[in-house]
């Protein structure tokens, strides 16, 4: 066995001299010099190889194309500087960018820069040490417990009533929430290890609005507890609404309240215009003193005629346009449904239920409900849907829970990722008067 420490070390040596020779020449290991790998192929790699929701990746490839690509897009990898960088960062400031999108644009090309780091291109990150403005974040108080109680019961159905105990209690994110399945209720704690994800038709493989990611945000699961009762009270809600156990527990058919007839009234039209009912609607003279038929696209926009038949003619004529534009848009992808004949919504559409698909409850769709019972219960602030989790956190705060476990509920890893959803629970206290309520007195003299 002593023998053979030498040819181990030896391998290691030569492992070790062909990647340092890789990074100085930009060649590969057993070949000859490769062609300089420049940022625009850089990112193509990270594009083909990275696990991100199409949607998500759409955004992130429109900010390298129109922000970073320009002026970096054709230098090698190997080239770009740390001033470079800075270079371009504060060019999009001097444009007056956000600072979101300034972070974002470092974020997209040092993505770039480590696919070029993992092909044994470049040793050192460019944008490692970059700073990037961090958007200002105003620290308000978050709902007190009785505030909270106001805006639960401005909620329109007891689902979301429901739902919005949920996410007080256990600190999930939206998405996770309405991700649970039955059988991801316990015996006094939730299993959370899928996520709600809303990509849209065009950036989905089979043409659904939503997909059940098999992980949170971290990529980890974990196990938060909210006590038996409350699980009792979710497995009976399953019970009463016939959820099964392979079922969302939030679906929209429970969540949302049904249609009242105010939204959208014009836009659906049962009656088709064929040939006949045209006949039947006649002709009108428009303000040039034309004649025009009603029911028509010429007699809407040439004519102004804003009767129920024209405008019907006009928005039929634009969904035709936005399909044929989705179309062109999805390339391969699954093309959309065929309309059902007599103009009836299919069972899964939004129209029927607001629901395609999974019958799931849109991110958009919960906040209009809770940003209606904030206004309604008449509070002197305006927390956000995704305020639930500050909310959870800041009441565990106060109440002496340490900032781990916080951060185990909310999915952090990292406890300084808890500390932005830490605020105050009302008005904020004087600290010097809260010690000397604590301590009961002045301290004694010494001596």
Known sequence: MPSS????????????????????????????AAEPLTVNRAWEGYVAGATVDPKTMSVYDGVYRRHVAPSLGDVPVAGVTREDVV??????????????????????????????QAQCVIGVLPTEGVSAPHAEVVVERVLTPGEYLRVREGLPTAGARLLADLLVRSGLRIGEALALQRHDVGRGELLVRRCLSEPGRRFSADGQRFVLRPSTKNGEPRSVPVGEDFCRRLAAWCDEGGVGAGELVFPARLVLPGPSGRSFPRKVHTEPLTRERLAGLGTFTGPNGKEYQHGTVNGYVTGRCRDACCRQAISEYSARRRRVRREAQRGDLAPRRSPVAGAEAPVDSAASSGVPGIGAVSHQGWSGLWEAAVR?????????????????????????????????????????????????????ADAVAVLDAALGQEAPPRG
Request: charged share 25%; with cysteine; proline share 4%.
């Open 376 to 428: 309604s219960a008449g509070l002197d602030l305006r927390p956000l849907a995704r305020h639930t989790r500050h909310v959870h956190a800041s009441w565990l705060n106060s109440g002496g829970v340490s900032g781990e476990t916080i951060a185990e509920r909310l999915g952090h890893r990292d406890e300084r990722s808890t500390r932005g959803y830490v605020r105050p629970v009302g008005r904020e």
């Open 87 to 116: 270079r371009l960062l504060d060019g999009l400031r001097a444009r007056g960018s956000s600072s979101s999108l300034v972070r974002l644009s470092r974020t997209v090309l040092g993505a770039a820069c480590r696919y070029a």
């Open 5 to 32: 420490s030498p040819v181990r070390v030896t391998a290691a040596s030569s492992v070790v001299s062909d990647m340092i020779g890789c990074m100085e020449t930009n060649t590969r290991p057993g070949g000859g």
